[in-house]
């Protein structure tokens, strides 16, 4: 009997680049001896819902998506709800594609779908917000949209500088939260304009944001949240700060997380994944130890 496979796939994701490849990436699903069942999203939430309601019919040994980051965490987020808990491959087809560079996923999506069927099973942490999953960033602040909104080419060409700049930009509108921050023992009261808490090493398209040795497996996520600036020094010093990777300093805080809670005296919005996840006065996130099986590549990016 064949193994199944569904397979759910963003047909606007990246420009639409899947529609090139789509052919070329079922045959080769086909060719080894997978039943596929097939759908395209049409809407926020569908990817979610289909992988729920196909699991709760029948079991699928692969769930396979391709799209952008939001995809993949609708897919993880339908299994987190779902009893049979199927291992996922990602072939990215999106813009920024962070979570991709975790898994050393190639930009070629036929060779990416080769990763899936030869690749290694990883056993990955995931992220709940107020109840919601997430894959690897729940953000707030001035920096969360500018991070998606940099063309990649300047981020390619100017790396970390490229999302500072973004938000120099914005410098006019700069808001901060007042927000207290529980971690653990810890306990943070500061004017905010940016908070971030992670599990990838690449954020936005930018690597290093999150510090060195990053691991997505360890049961702890990393925590970035960065004091209103009172003055040109004080932006200068969150400058020079972010461009030497001290991430603990007068201006930013940096802490391992297991659990957090934070509570704002106004709704603050918060971006999960890089989608627009709610406004809310008090967040409450955990990290839920290697609780998907996601399938990674063995050893370097190929070309």
Request: aromatic share 10%.
């Amino acid at each position: 009997m064949k193994k199944k496979l569904l397979f759910i796939y963003n047909p606007l994701a990246g420009k639409s680049k899947i529609k090139n490849w789509l052919s070329s990436i079922v045959e080769y699903f086909v060719k080894s001896e997978y039943e596929i069942v097939i759908y395209a999203t049409a809407g926020r939430k569908d990817a979610k819902n289909i992988v729920m309601e196909c699991l709760k019919r029948e079991k699928y040994e692969l769930v396979v998506c391709s799209g952008g980051d939001g995809t993949l965490n609708e897919v993880i987020s339908g299994i987190m709800h779902s009893t049979r808990k199927a291992r996922i491959g990602y072939i990215p087809s999106g813009t920024t594609n962070d979570f991709a560079y975790n898994l050393k996923l190639p930009k070629n999506l036929l060779k990416a779908a080769k990763v899936v069927l030869n690749g290694e099973a990883f056993p990955c942490d995931v992220g709940v917000i107020n109840g919601e999953y997430f894959t690897y960033t729940a953000a707030f602040g001035l920096f969360t949209d500018a991070s998606y909104e940099t063309p990649q080419t300047t981020k390619n060409m100017l790396g970390k500088l490229a999302y500072i700049l973004e938000g120099v930009k914005r410098l006019p509108n700069w808001k901060s939260y007042h927000m207290e921050i529980t971690c653990g023992d810890r306990v943070i009261s500061d004017n905010f304009i940016y908070g971030m808490v992670a599990n990838s090493i690449s954020v936005g398209g930018i690597k290093g944001l999150t510090g060195k040795d990053v691991l997505l497996d360890d049961g702890q996520f990393e925590g970035i949240f960065i004091k209103m600036p009172q003055n040109v020094l004080d932006f200068q010093g969150i400058i020079n700060d972010l461009l030497t990777g001290n991430l603990n300093s007068d201006h930013i805080f940096s802490l391992p997380v297991k659990e957090i809670v934070m509570t704002s005296e106004e709704p603050v919005p918060w971006s999960i994944d890089g989608e627009f996840g709610g406004e809310f006065k008090t967040v409450e996130i955990a990290n839920l130890k290697q609780a998907v099986t996601i399938i990674r590549n063995k050893g370097e990016i190929p070309a």
